[in-house]
């Protein structure tokens, strides 16, 4: 039960705390007032949508505060555990919006997400805005309300998720069918191109190799004579540089044994000759392995040639048509298992199939099942709201099981509700035959059924009277506070005679001070709640009959409106 309601630079509220009880909250105010802040309000707090726009001009921020008797419920406890709270007497939600659009909540002054309180909201309000009777008018609203009243909302659920399971399952099957088909269409061109790569058989940085052999052979004969005229210089001959080193080498051995400074150009010299020996054997070696050999050349030319067309036919490297071929491979080895993926991909949209056709037949059993419930719960209910002729009927249209085609995710059968208010009409689509006042009328019947017992929270009615008025906004009035003996009800209203069975009574005020506007929520007692039931009544002049009728109106012996009496309204 909602027992505090704080709220502060919410749209033209300045400052207010507005405290509730149990029983049947009425609030009233003039048209634009702003009675329907303390809706937007309470919305707020469990996790409607917040903006920048509802703070109050000139103000950096906006800030509701609501205080709830916590439910003993077990889903509330595991919310709150997985939150890190604890489960105590008395929930404090606060919920903040400053000027850049974001925010805070707060549960018992511990900073908490959003997501949390919209999982308690079920469990803490159950606000009917404006115009949601209007949601009667639309039959794919209609299996919702049925499997509420069913209770197998959960059913539901997995309903439309073994539906969008399979639906995924198809789509999978039917994207890899699509891309197979494609496979299948390019088999050809890739066994082609695999069959050209693996004929070359090349091999990563090959190219390079046979491109600085290829040099060599174009330049063998070259190469060959001056390895040869090297080595003849600087070894073979008489007067090679080895021999003349050597004999230098003597020379200088003689003066370094007179001369120790020489000692140096020794071993310079000494170097020398091991440098251009080696180099001597090094150039013999190499003209050893110098090859002269036009047919190696055309040979290296020619695989060159290969290997370049195939770097222009697969990427500019060797490394990329390497790439380009392992690629080829993986596509060919997929279409060769393309067979065993799809008929993977086939039991698993039959299994899916299966889980949703399961689902789907228990949930018609259910609905079957609550239909006749659902509208005897009506016909007990609509005489207290001076529809005693009224009658509502489930009707379903039927899908075979076994038709794909007609699978959706609400279920098998299609579900809308049939209304007739006169004797002897034929129930047709609520849509077609219900008055504004007669869908007002269904869903606060709808709500009352609805409502469970073993969850106390609060019911808000935003003008659930629209289209009504006389004698049957007080049939409404009596099952709001009918409805209040067993929830705490808070609702706003036009009509006096659903005014005054309230068991509280807010009147929302608006006023000018200091050329701001103020709006001011002010609980009335009994002399209070006379004048504004007479201004209901007269309009903006309340006359002395007025406030007499108010009075009557409030007098105890004007509660007892028993059903059975308001059946002949």
């Known amino acids: ?36 802040l303390v809706v ?8 409607g949508r917040a903006t920048s726009d509802i703070i109050r001009a000139g103000e950096t921020r906006a800030a509701v505060e609501a205080l709830f008797d916590c439910p003993d419920h077990p889903e509330v406890r595991r919310i709150l ?16 919006v400053a000027l850049n659009g974001k925010g805070r909540l707060f549960i018992n002054d511990q900073l908490c997400p959003v997501a949390t309180v919209r999982a308690l909201r079920p469990f803490l309000v159950d606000i009917h805005g404006q115009g949601d009777q209007q949601t009667l008018i639309f039959p794919a609203a209609h299996a919702g309300v049925l499997d509420a009243f069913g209770q197998h909302v959960e059913l539901a659920t997995a309903t439309a998720e073994a539906f969008a399971a399979w639906h995924a399952a198809q789509q999978a099957r039917e994207q890899f069918e699509q891309e197979a088909l494609h496979r299948r269409q390019r088999r050809d061109l890739l066994e082609f191109q695999r069959g050209d790569i693996e004929r070359v058989a090349p091999a990563d940085g090959e190219d390079e190799h046979l491109c600085r052999e290829r040099t060599r052979l174009l330049h063998a004969e070259r190469l060959l004579a001056a390895a040869a005229a090297g080595y003849d210089l600087l070894y073979e001959r008489e ?14 051995e003689d003066l370094a044994a007179a001369d120790p400074a020489l000692s140096e150009v020794l071993s310079t010299l000494e170097a020398a000759r091991y440098g251009i020996e080696e180099a001597a054997f090094a150039l013999r070696d190499y003209a050893e392995t110098v090859v002269v050999s036009p047919e190696r050349l055309r040979e290296v030319e020619s695989r060159l040639d290969d290997l370049d067309r195939l770097k222009r036919k697969y990427g500019g490297t060797l490394e990329q048509v390497l790439a380009t071929l392992v690629r080829i491979q993986a596509e060919l080895a997929q279409v060769e298992n393309d067979d065993v993926e799809q008929q993977r991909l086939a039991a698993a949209v039959e299994a899916a199939a299966a889980r949703y056709r399961e689902c789907a037949l228990a949930l ?6 609550a239909a006749p419930r659902f509208e005897q719960a009506l016909e007990h209910e609509l005489p207290f709201l001076a529809l005693p002729q009224a009658r509502l009927v489930v009707a379903f249209d039927w899908r075979d099981a076994g038709a794909v085609a007609t699978w959706e995710s609400t279920g098998l059968e299609g579900v809308e509700f049939l209304f007739t208010s006169n004797p002897g009409e034929p129930p047709r689509p609520l849509s077609r035959v219900a008055s504004g006042g007669e869908l007002s009328r269904l ?25 009504i008025s006389g004698r049957v906004a007080e049939a409404v009035g009596i099952r709001l506070r009918r409805l209040a003996e067993r929830q705490q009800v808070l609702c706003i209203t036009h009509q006096a005679q659903v005014a005054r069975f309230g068991t509280t009574h807010l009147r929302v005020e608006k006023t000018v001070r200091h050329e701001r506007t103020h709006t001011e929520i002010v609980a009335l007692d009994m002399d209070a709640r006379v004048e504004e039931l007479a201004r209901l009544l007269g309009g903006a002049v309340v006359t ?7 009075r009557e109106m409030l007098a105890p012996e004007g509660f007892v409106g028993a059903p059975t009496s308001q059946a002949n309204c």
């Not at 890190?84 to 404090?92: F, P």
Request: hydrophobic share 50%; proline share 3%; charged share 25%.
């Open 1 to 36: 039960m909602l027992r505090q309601l704080n709220i502060e630079n919410l749209a033209v509220v300045r400052r207010q705390q507005v405290r509730f009880g149990p029983g049947l909250t009425i609030v009233t105010g003039e048209t634009g007032a702003g009675k329907s």
């Open 40 to 47: 937007d309000a309470l919305a707020l707090v469990v996790g």
């Open 81 to 96: 555990a997985e939150a890190e709270l604890e489960a105590e007497d008395t929930l404090l939600i606060r919920r903040e």
């Open 239 to 252: 007067a090679s540089a080895l021999t003349l080193v050597a004999q230098a080498l003597r020379q200088v």
């Open 364 to 369: 018609r059993a259910a609905r079957q099942a």
């Open 443 to 467: 869903m606060l019947a709808v709500k009352s059924i609805l409502a469970p017992t073993d969850i106390p929270r609060t019911m808000v009615f935003d003008e659930v009277d629209v289209g």
């Open 544 to 550: 002395e009959s007025a406030r007499q009728a108010a």
